[in-house]
């Protein structure tokens, strides 16, 4: 599914509306009515529960008039409160205004309201925040902030769900940020396409659950319109996972070989190896150093082990070149970095390796932090090549700091696939996968659970065993990132997020990848 900036939308409305020749009137009724259906379903509003529609003098205010006159068509009590006065809505927002009051639903001005007033007015079980829609601009202020505040403090208070229209008022459609202050909703009923904020920065908290609506937008213009990214979406996801042959055997499943571990971090080479062979490799070899081979040993049954060189303080040495490499070239895809340290030795050690590795390689955790400030060492690489780094890791390796790619995730992206030559998968809330082809996806699934040591190292293990069984780098970065957060969403449910931790991943992704019915 395309995601779209805010200019992209207003395009496709345009086109929508001047060459199809459907109302703007028609899409306005169809947004409200979604809406509607979200309060009386997904919110489980009881026949008789009360809404106050917070809403704003323009389309996104119209989307409310319409919601309004649903739900008091179906039992709702139902009050409609204006950010300005009713005779500065115009055009096919005034025309369902006027509706909204003709059906019984209440309308008052929120101008000519003391704060006390304003309050009282608002008490309902669900409030529909229709103040701003994706054209806002500046900073948020004066009586709207005021409603704004009030919603946030109603919600704070436990007094009533929110759910937004379009994009939260407040929240900047395009980059997630909020602009002074913004709504905090438990739903957001988003028209046509996902809108690029609700997927960035401070966008994901405050938009709650994200549900996209089809309000009639042809199919082929938005096929036909640029997007800013792509949503991984399950069916998708599902069909980039390879199909083995009925006559396979564990060679044609794809061989990974995993260069990970030191003394005190063999949980990560655990985690890479076990991963990859739950996401369907046929054989996992672990090459760890010497003196922590026996352990690995002990913690993986179906995975093999390589002894290799190590220095005195237990991580892999540069002796390793040679062995390391062998290792690397009787496989079909590398994971190299999980739990390697940073000993320099062993960074001296990654930094040969990467360029004179000709397969396909994830590159994660150490491995990138022996790369900080040598792109070159990833360009010079000819086989395809997945870094999957933090935004501090990412900072390091394009020179940036954690916050500047927090404050561009997507830019940075972009940026560092199209300047190093592989495809990035940026970790964090909304993963991004960029492409050198300048192809960006966003993984929805995932939860804050996942915040947890390990975690990243069971999505580099799953990465490699697609890259083994031969898809495409992007492909396996995003289809990995999808089941990844999944697998994530059900121990969640299963456990609990406060619970969650990286081996519940592993656990977790029979289900996961099991086809939905």
Not at 242 to 265: E, F, N, Q
Not at 405 to 416: C, I, K, P, T
Request: glycine share 14%; charged share 20%; net charge negative.
């Amino acid at each position: 599914m395309k995601v779209v900036t805010a200019a992209q939308m207003r395009e496709i409305d345009r086109r929508t509306i001047a060459e199809r020749g459907i109302a703007g009137r028609e899409l306005m009724e169809n947004a409200g009515r979604a809406v509607a259906d979200l309060v009386r379903h997904a919110v489980a509003a009881p026949t008789g529960a009360s809404a106050a529609i917070f809403a704003g003098k323009g389309n996104n205010g119209g989307d409310g008039f319409v919601a309004a006159r649903h739900l008091a068509q179906r039992g709702m009590e139902v009050r409609v409160i204006l950010a300005a006065r009713a005779t500065e809505v115009t055009g096919d927002a005034a025309h369902y205004l006027a509706a909204a009051g003709s059906g019984g639903v209440a309308i008052a001005e929120a101008t000519q309201m003391g704060p006390g007033a304003l309050r009282t007015a608002a008490g309902a079980e669900v409030i529909v925040d229709a103040l701003l829609g994706t054209g806002m601009s500046g900073e948020v202020t004066g009586v709207v902030g005021e409603m704004v505040d009030l919603i946030n403090d109603l919600r704070r208070e436990g007094k009533c769900l929110v759910v937004a229209v379009d994009v939260p008022s407040g929240i900047n459609a395009d980059t997630g940020a909020v602009c002074g202050r913004a709504v905090a909703a438990d739903h957001t009923v988003t028209m046509g396409l996902p809108k690029l904020g609700l997927l960035l920065g401070e966008g994901i908290a405050h938009a709650g659950a994200v549900m996209v609506a089809d309000i009639g937008f042809p199919a082929d213009v938005i096929a036909d319109s640029p997007c800013a990214a792509e949503l991984i979406e399950r069916e998708w996801a599902q069909a980039a996972l390879p199909a083995p042959r009925l006559d396979a055997h564990k060679g044609d499943r794809g061989r990974v070989a995993v260069i990970a571990g030191s003394v005190g971090m063999t949980g990560a080479a655990a985690l890479s190896s076990m991963a990859a062979l739950r996401m369907g490799a046929g054989l996992v070899t672990l090459g760890v150093p010497a003196s922590v081979n026996d352990i690995m040993e002990v913690k993986l049954t179906e995975a093999m082990t390589r002894p290799l060189p190590e220095t005195p303080e237990h991580t892999l040495a540069r002796a390793a070149y040679a062995a390391a490499l062998d290792l690397a070239h009787g496989a079909d895809a590398v994971v190299l970095g999980p739990g390697l340290s940073r000993h320099e030795e062993t960074a001296s050690l990654i930094r040969d390796l990467v360029p004179a590795i000709q397969r396909p390689l994830v590159l994660d955790a150490d491995g990138l932090n022996a790369l900080a400030g040598q792109g070159e060492l990833l360009r010079r690489r000819r086989a395809p090549t997945v870094c999957t780094p933090h935004p501090g890791e990412m900072g390091r390796l394009v020179g940036l700091t954690a916050a500047q790619v927090q404050g561009d995730r997507l830019g940075v992206a972009r940026r560092a696939a199209a300047d190093l030559g592989c495809v990035i998968l940026l970790k964090g809330a909304r993963t991004i996968i960029a492409e050198p082809g300048d192809r960006a996806r966003i993984n929805p699934t995932g939860n804050p659970g996942m915040a947890s040591g390990g975690t990243g190292d069971v999505l580099a293990g799953m990465i490699g065993a697609l890259l083994g069984q031969g898809c495409e780098a992007g492909d396996a970065a995003s289809a990995a990132a999808f089941f990844h957060g999944l697998a994530g969403d059900h121990a969640a449910r299963d456990r609990g997020q406060r619970c969650l931790v990286a081996g519940d991943l592993i656990d977790c992704l029979p289900s996961a990848l099991k086809p939905p019915t």
